[in-house]
């Protein structure tokens, strides 16, 4: 093999694993971007550094839909459908949860907003997607969000979406947990 | 193949080994040509059989033949099939037998990894098709495996598709590198770049694209295969990830990929055009940049196979008006074509006819492509039949007829002999017949709603989806036409001149047919 052939082949070998990385680097690349462009409905916390002004403030509609992922048997609702909530101000809104199984079950909630672009002035306080739920056969309870809508958000935007989609992420190989084959209602 | 093998004996006193093993440990660009050929004709014929299968089924509503499982798995395989192992290979087939050949180098740059890039490919496919008998069936997910039907409701096979896309994608990788390090190092003294052959052009385009995608594919896969068996969420929105990550990454390796398999066709088609025609062709810059720009273009694009995911308008704008750019290279590409043929004395050969219609179907195909690049009709069209009937008009009438058109022009220099120019006529008409009787009717239950991947359909669409099926079966069976054809010619036939075709021009022509086992072990003179 001559000289200029080994300095292409090493460009080329060298290039291969790169772009494998690349492959890689695209999961955190659509994250930064989704973060950057508001895009995906994601919420990002961040601290939030605003002053609390609450003078131009103004009440817009927040709606909750809540979504149970593929084979999720609890049962899982807002506790109120829509809010009148009012921009800068501090709302709780509940969820009620029930694990309506006969074995201990872990969930985990994640939530998306709709319109995208309102996504990003949504913050939450507090909120159960934070956490795990861990419930016991039968048992019920009332997950709350503590949520505030910054008055930065565009003027158009009258009503939000808060959803939730609960999965359960039961991990039925741990033997602390209850055994598998059981009902579903 | 023993008569080919003989001739080449006679010529050469440094000929081929005997036996299995010549075919075994051979590092000669063209007895790797015809391994890559013969297998990839395998491949179709494989694929093919799948296509008879769903074909079969989808003749009549309702469940027929298959359990819709198995319709699934059917799908997902020939799709996998024909792309992978039909389309790709018989273009590196092709690669091998003529780069060397029309740059007037002796062989490839890397004639042993050559050999590996070719003998994994059979393991690869191997344990794609044997995932045909594991319990829980073949993958069933669709050729672009989109997660998490990919992987959360995948059957267990899902670890060896991943293991054989990885075989796969490492064939590939180091069939482009092989080529691009020959292109770019071994052309004879006055070969300039912009004198090379288009489809040495085409080549080198396309190994690039495969150098910089089929990595991707790879981490894709890697993801999966880490997300389904050592618990991280890639693609999984339960523990964090995001099922529509996998389609930006999957479509940013499977736009380029599209033209990975139609590049070197514009290559193949731009030179039998041109002989035919008794023409210098038309354009050859323009042609070249023409490649180059789609060849960048496609990697801005990828987004328009999402547009229903829930893209913000911004994104669906941009790839809207990034896809209809394509056009503007690719209009080039068929204007120059045409204005080849204008005025030139043209003759009909067997190939000529394959790359016209190639010429003619391609623009149908390119033409529906446009109507899908635009977002709101996208929105209707999106997972029809529309989109089913776009991408067999771009890949059967395209790439496949293109590969047929190069082995008619090219394999009298292969074998010394001239095919049967009337079967290979009657072979034309038949597969063009039945393309069109297969694909055209698919526009219409397209638009009129039938959605794609199901085993099952409405009643209204039953009329076109038997015409479709006849279509089906009579383009299947006339491939075994042209397989016999090509035996034939193997065996013998009339003997082919040097040149082989009045019009042709090229260092490929200005050897003996057949080639020897060894050609331009000197470089040739060019003037």
């Known amino acids: 093999m001559n000289k200029g052939s080994k300095k292409t082949l090493t460009k080329l070998i060298i290039a291969v694993p790169l772009m494998f990385a690349f492959g890689f680097a695209l999961v955190p690349l659509y994250d930064v971007f989704c973060e950057v462009t508001g895009l995906n409905g994601k919420v990002f916390q961040s601290e939030h550094t605003e002053s609390l002004v609450i003078d131009d403030g103004r009440s817009i509609s927040l709606q909750f839909i809540s979504t149970n992922n593929e084979n999720m048997p609890w049962t899982f609702q807002p506790s109120k459908e829509v809010m009148k909530i009012e921009t800068g101000k501090y709302h709780t809104a509940t969820f009620f949860v029930k694990n309506t199984t006969n074995k201990k079950m872990v969930a985990q909630a994640v939530p998306s907003v709709a319109p995208s672009n309102a996504a990003a002035h949504l913050k939450k306080l507090e909120c159960f997607c934070f956490e795990q739920q861990e419930l016991l056969p039968g048992e019920e309870a009332t997950l709350p969000v503590k949520l505030l809508v910054s008055n930065e958000l565009p003027s158009n935007i009258k009503n939000i979406i808060l959803s939730y989609t609960i999965f359960d992420i039961t991990d039925y190989n741990d033997e602390s947990l209850a055994h598998h084959e059981t009902g579903m209602e | ?527």
């Open chain 2, 1 to 527: 193949m023993s008569a080919v093998i003989e001739n080449h004996h006679e010529d050469h006193h440094h000929g081929p080994a005997k036996g299995i093993t010549r075919w075994l440990y051979t590092t000669n660009h063209k007895d790797i040509g015809t391994l890559y050929l013969w297998f990839s004709f395998a491949m179709f014929l494989i694929g093919g059989a799948m296509a008879m299968v769903i074909r079969a089924e989808l003749f009549q509503p309702g469940m027929q033949i298959v359990e819709p499982e198995f319709y699934n798995q059917m799908i997902t395989l020939h799709g996998l099939i024909m792309i992978f192992g039909g389309v790709m290979p018989a273009f590196v087939g092709l690669a091998n037998w003529l780069v060397p050949m029309m740059i007037g180098a002796p062989d490839m740059a890397l004639p042993r990894m050559n050999n590996l890039s070719f003998w994994i490919l059979p393991f690869a496919f191997f344990i794609l098709l044997s995932s045909l008998f594991m319990e829980g069936g073949a993958p069933n997910f669709g050729w672009t495996f989109y997660a998490p039907l990919s992987t959360t409701y995948a059957p267990p096979s899902v670890t060896f598709f991943i293991f054989s896309v990885h075989i796969m994608g490492a064939s590939s990788i180091m069939g482009a590198i092989n080529v691009v390090v020959t292109i770019m190092n071994m052309r004879a003294p006055g070969v300039g770049l912009m004198k090379m052959p288009l489809f040495v052009w085409s080549w080198l385009i396309t190994a690039y694209l495969l150098i910089a995608v089929m990595p991707v594919l790879a981490g894709a896969v890697t993801m999966m295969l880490m997300d389904i068996h050592f618990g991280t969420s890639f693609f999984n929105a339960a523990g964090g990830g995001d099922p529509v990550l996998f389609q930006h990454i999957f479509w940013f390796f499977g736009h380029p990929e599209v033209y990975i398999m139609i590049l070197p066709a514009f290559g193949i088609v731009s030179h039998i055009i041109e002989t035919f025609s008794r023409k210098q062709l038309f354009g050859y810059s323009s042609m070249v940049w023409a490649m180059l720009s789609i060849a960048i273009l496609s990697f801005v694009v990828w987004a328009h196979h999402m547009f229903t995911v829930g893209l913000p308008l911004a994104a669906e704008i941009f790839f809207m008006w990034a896809t209809m750019l394509i056009a503007v290279p690719t209009g080039v590409k068929v204007f120059n074509w045409v204005a080849t043929m204008f005025r030139g004395s043209i003759t009909f050969e067997t190939p000529m006819l394959f790359a016209l219609a190639f010429v003619v179907l391609f623009t149908i195909g390119g033409l529906s492509g446009l109507m899908l690049a635009i977002v709101p009709a996208d929105f209707q069209y999106h997972d029809t039949y529309f989109v089913v009937a776009h991408f067999h008009y771009v890949l059967v009438p395209g790439a496949i007829f293109s590969i047929m058109a190069a082995v008619y022009y090219w394999i009298p220099k292969w074998t010394g002999n001239m095919y049967d120019e009337r079967l290979g006529k009657l072979h034309f008409w038949l597969s063009f017949t039945g393309v069109n009787v297969t694909f055209f009717p698919q526009h219409f239950i397209g638009l009129a709603g039938m959605p794609r991947r199901y085993p099952d359909y409405a009643l209204q669409f039953a009329d076109w989806n038997m015409v479709s099926s006849v279509g089906a079966f009579l383009f299947g069976f006339s491939q075994l036409l042209f397989l016999f054809i090509v035996l034939k010619t193997v065996m013998g036939g009339k003997k082919a001149t040097a040149q082989v075709w009045e019009g042709a021009k090229g260092l490929e022509w200005s050897v003996a047919s057949p080639a020897p086992y060894h050609t331009f072990s000197t470089p040739p003179k060019i003037d």
